[in-house]
């Protein structure tokens, strides 16, 4: 497997009392390959529409991680998700479903080197909601049977 983090963003609901930039968001994500650390900062890479400009990489910096068991949140042991693992990510502000999670500078460079090589963000292909087959609309025949 590969060091370098790549995780998805696959769900973003607002749980009351959960959240730690007090909105209550909480982003639920899967490890694809490296490893995701509580408290570190990340790079948000969101994918492009059709015949868009890609955005720049945003940053932003995960405020607590949770394991998700049987319906209940409880705090990752360690505060650290690998590999193949999904977690639940609190104090992430501007994530979106379908974003993919990269560390910042991760491109293979060695740390306090000066590297030559540009770095290439990898942006996963996200989460696409497929179009209904039917459509069904029920109407009462008078407001009584409403």
């Known amino acids: ?4 983090l790549l995780a998805l963003a696959f769900k ?3 749980m009351k009392g959960r959240g730690g930039s007090g909105d209550g968001r909480v982003v639920f994500a899967r490890v694809y390959s490296g490893s995701l650390r509580d408290r570190e900062t990340i790079q948000v890479v969101s994918p492009p529409s059709p015949g868009e400009i890609p ?3 945003r940053e932003e910096r995960i ?3 949770l394991e998700l068991a049987g319906g209940r949140f409880d705090n990752i042991e360690g505060g650290e998700c690998k590999s193949g693992e ?3 990510l ?3 502000k501007t994530v979106v479903t379908g974003d993919t999670i990269v560390l910042p500078g991760d491109s293979g460079a060695s740390k306090g080197k000066k590297s030559k090589r540009t770095q290439h963000l990898v942006c996963l292909a996200g989460v696409e909601s497929p179009k209904p087959v039917i459509t069904v609309r029920l109407e009462a025949e008078s407001s009584s049977e409403q």
């Not at 497997?1 to 370098?4: D, I, K, M």
């Open 1 to 4: 497997l590969n060091s370098s």
């Open 12 to 14: 973003v609901v607002h």
């Open 55 to 57: 955005e720049r990489p």
């Open 63 to 65: 405020g607590g991680m």
């Open 86 to 88: 999904v977690c639940a």
């Open 90 to 92: 609190v104090g992430l």
